[in-house]
């Protein structure tokens, strides 16, 4: 049994553990489906976390608390992601800007339009 923020930073879904003690503060932590609000509350082997990290809404089952915050490749060991696949967007391929033979050097408008579609801003680096 260990502290869920603990766990969480230990697993290094969290870079700090204030930061997975504030999320967890705000409800935003399930454990079992049941709403989490206290950074103090136990989870142990067998529980199923639902939290949002970053974009994504992540599910996993605690396999077993850790005794320290390893690499990555140890935190991958105390958890089995049971998240779904996020679903992949299809890519749609942008049509390169053409211009007419000929016609010249673009604009000072012209050539701020293409920055905005290439770069998708005003072209200021």
């Known amino acids: 049994?260990?502290?869920?923020?603990?766990?969480?930073?230990?697993?290094?879904?969290?870079?700090?553990?204030?930061?997975?003690?504030?999320?967890?503060?705000?409800?935003?932590?399930?454990?079992?489906?049941a709403r989490c609000e206290k950074p103090s509350a136990t989870v142990k082997a067998g529980d199923v976390?639902?939290?949002?990290?970053?974009?994504?809404?992540?599910?996993?089952?605690?396999?077993?608390?850790?005794a320290r915050r390893g690499p990555a490749t140890e935190a991958r060991l105390l958890y089995e992601d049971l998240t779904p696949p996020a679903e992949e967007k299809p890519v749609v391929a942008a049509v390169p800007a053409e211009r007419q033979r000929g016609a010249g050097r673009p604009t000072k408008r012209e050539r701020r339009a293409i920055d905005t579609f290439t770069r998708g801003r005003s072209g200021d680096d």
Do not use: E
């Open 1 to 33: 049994m260990q502290r869920i923020d603990k766990y969480l930073w230990f697993t290094r879904f969290f870079k700090s553990r204030t930061l997975a003690a504030a999320v967890v503060t705000q409800g935003r932590v399930r454990i079992n489906g």
């Open 49 to 66: 976390l639902t939290f949002a990290a970053g974009a994504r809404v992540r599910v996993i089952k605690v396999v077993s608390g850790g």
